[in-house]
């Protein structure tokens, strides 16, 4: 076969793939299936926010400095966000099944070698084979429920799969705060273990593992590497800008470097018999809508409740578990709402759902914005509760817009897209709108510091202090009498709170442009694809 031939087999939208035979027993069964791949992702989502808590134990008991520290969790979004899409090639082209396991079981050892770990450097490695294994693990198990759930059950199956993620995610720092607090930050590492081997048993005995009729037989190699090159560059310019600057020329060279390599990597695709990326994927307009949605979403969410928990811990003085007990809110709304999101997608399609998710997600990130030092637990529950209530229908619809939009032989790599979306957009949303704080902060402090008759600042301790405030720090020099230090307080929580207020107005706007996004889904013309493998 020509590579032209190949090239437009791989583009086009095939028709339905032969159902397969209804499954008998435990294997194969589709609730069962949706189970044993929520432990797995339950890990990957858990690892995300969790070990957040357990990062001043881990400086303190290895001696870490603050950039190594920084490194625990860059290194496996890094990681995960570069290899997603790869990964889900390698789904499609050796099995959703076997790649599933592998991405449990080295997880799993991962998370184990953490524990075990004396030095940061260690840490800091094996964190980045949990990133590695983590994306292995992610979009197969999207092609697993793609393939075994029928297409008028699907959306519900992915409403209780974005659940574990959203609840793992928000739950994180609760469950952190109690094993760092009352047992050890090794305990963090060391709970994986036995929930990967429980997701292991499980998957042996329960997944049923699916091949489409069009599966990859090859590897994009040149693909594989330049998409690679292309995320790095743009997830490292991303993570790093904050310390370089923006106007830096570090920065925009890393930047400059992605486009490029996207570039080049788009002109190969169009060229390789059998493309990582088909490009034909994104003549779908559904599916590229949904991946710009999981973008928009992505920094909205993550770049706002990123500050929140300064907020919290800072402004307030609450404890890491009081935080995310005060998060417990968004966690429960989206717990409830994920499932009824996607029974409404099931029976309307995902458009309303999506346009209506992220319009309550504007409405509670300008709620967010109106936060004082003062406010009370009851008005914060109503925006965090109305955050959750907005994402639930966004995570779901828009993953069913982007997943059942691919052909099923690409179901794989329409998983990575949907993760590598979220990922990109968190960094994104993370820089984006920590620039935003930042330049709020330095362009306020000076001012609030002299309207509040404080003590002159020289130019080096202004940014010293800038850099407190940006995590809602006070920058109280010890010793300082205690008037001084309240007035010094009062200006910090302030001036971090106008930058927080300005961040979040950011965000609220990037979710009314996401409404817009919204109105162009629609449902998976090739859902119907999967068309199930057992009977419900």
């Not at 949907?418 to 306020?444: E, F, H, P, R, Y």
Request: glycine share 12%; net charge negative.
């Amino acid at each position: 076969m020509t590579s032209q031939t190949t090239v437009d087999k791989a583009d086009r939208v095939p028709g339905p793939d032969p159902v397969p035979a209804p499954a008998k027993g435990l294997r194969g069964h589709p609730w069962l299936t949706l189970f044993s791949v929520a432990i797995g992702v339950m890990m990957v989502a858990l690892d995300g926010t969790i070990v957040a808590i357990a990062n001043p134990a881990i400086q303190k008991d290895l001696g870490a400095s603050f950039a190594d520290v920084q490194w625990i969790t860059n290194g496996y979004f890094l990681a995960l966000a570069v290899t997603l899409i790869t990964a889900g090639k390698l789904g499609d082209r050796f099995g959703h099944r076997q790649t599933f396991l592998i991405g449990v079981v080295g997880f799993a050892a991962a998370s184990g070698a953490i524990g075990l770990s004396d030095s940061i450097a260690f840490v800091v490695t094996f964190r980045v084979f949990q990133g590695l294994f983590g994306a292995l693990l992610m979009p197969a198990a999207l092609g697993l429920l793609r393939a075994t759930f029928p297409a008028e059950k699907l959306n519900m199956a992915i409403g209780i799969w974005g659940m574990v993620i959203g609840a793992s995610t928000a739950g994180g720092p609760i469950l952190g705060g109690v094993l760092v607090e009352h047992v050890s930050w090794q305990s963090v590492f060391f709970i994986n273990v036995p929930v990967g081997v429980l997701a292991l048993i499980l998957g042996l005995v329960i997944l049923l593992d699916h091949r489409a009729e069009n599966a990859p037989r090859s590897f994009d190699i040149p693909g594989i590497v330049l998409l690679s090159g292309a995320m790095f560059c743009l997830v490292w310019a991303l993570i790093k800008a904050p310390e370089w600057g923006w106007g830096d020329g570090l920065t925009w060279t890393f930047l400059a470097a992605a486009v490029l390599c996207f570039a080049v990597f788009a002109f190969w695709e169009t060229r390789v018999a059998e493309p990582l990326i088909p490009l034909g994927l994104f003549r779908s307009m559904p599916l590229s809508a949904g991946v710009v949605l999981m973008v928009l979403m992505a920094i909205a969410f993550m770049g706002g409740l990123f500050f929140v928990t300064f907020y919290l811990q800072n402004v307030h003085g609450m404890s890491p578990i009081d935080s995310g007990l005060h998060l417990l809110p968004l966690t429960g709304m989206m717990i409830v709402a994920s499932p009824l999101a996607g029974a409404m997608i099931t029976k309307v399609g995902p458009r309303i759902p999506l346009a209506g998710g992220m319009a309550c997600t504007a409405i509670a990130m300008y709620g967010m914005s109106t936060l004082e030092a003062g406010t009370g637990s009851g008005i914060m529950s109503v925006w965090f509760g109305l955050l959750g209530l907005g994402l639930a229908p966004v995570m779901v619809g828009a993953t069913e817009v982007i997943v059942g939009n691919a052909p099923m032989e690409l179901s794989g790599v329409a998983g990575g897209l949907q993760q590598a979306a979220m990922q990109i957009g968190g960094s994104l949303g993370t820089a984006v709108l920590g620039a935003v704080m930042a330049s709020k902060v330095d362009n306020d402090l000076a001012g609030n510091w002299t309207d509040a008759k404080l003590p002159p600042l020289t130019p080096t301790q202004l940014d010293q202090a800038s850099e407190a405030v940006q995590v809602g720090a006070a920058p109280v020099p010890p010793g300082t009498p205690a008037a001084i230090a309240e007035k010094i307080t009062g200006v910090a929580h302030d001036t971090f709170i106008s930058g927080m207020s300005l961040a979040c107005l950011v965000a609220s706007g990037v979710a009314v442009v996401a409404i817009l996004v919204a109105t162009l889904t629609k449902r998976g013309d090739n859902a119907d694809a999967a068309a199930g493998a057992a009977h419900i």
